[in-house]
């Protein structure tokens, strides 16, 4: 599946990189690139986009913390290494619970309710921010693994938000 999904990098030199036993040359093509673009570069926390000032909002102001409470989901900063629960990678994983929560739903009734709480996540807490994000972190990267990822992810988001309307369109 790796490979069908991110075609360019499954034919780039980066994967016998990866796949590959020289533990330095991982460490100096991904850990680098990945310091570069999300240290370095692009801030990967909502809030950071969404204020006027440009800062990261790590307390219950954050209207991500506000969702994720209504959703029962409560973020682990500390396993995540995160500031802030509006992180990127904390973001798609409730969207990924939420997508398994509605896959593993025992009636259409609690599916639906699992889908509007994708879709009003997606359209109120995550697409007017995350594409920035992802444009960014495609530009950036030195890397074709994280320039395709970004990309990959930023499809992924659109295509779910259609997805999740024409399942609720009457």
Known sequence: MGMALLPRFS??????????DDEEAAVATFDTDFVHV??????????????DKGLVESGGANPLVQFYQSCGFEA?????????????GIVLEVLA???HAEAAA?????AAQIRSLQHKMLAEHVLDWAPL?????????????YAE?????????????????DMTAP
């Open 11 to 20: 034919s780039s030199p980066e994967r016998a990189i990866m796949l590959g």
């Open 133 to 145: 994000y992802l444009h960014a972190v495609r530009r950036c990267a030195h890397t074709t693994l």
């Open 38 to 51: 999300t240290v370095v570069n692009v801030v990967p926390y909502a809030s950071f986009y969404r204020s």
């Open 76 to 88: 682990d900063l500390g396993s995540a290494r995160a500031l802030a629960p509006d992180h990127i």
């Open 106 to 110: 025992n009636t259409r009734m609690y």
């Open 149 to 165: 990822s970004a990309e990959v992810t930023l499809d992924l988001l659109a295509s779910h938000l259609q997805d999740l309307a």
């Open 97 to 99: 619970r939420l997508s």
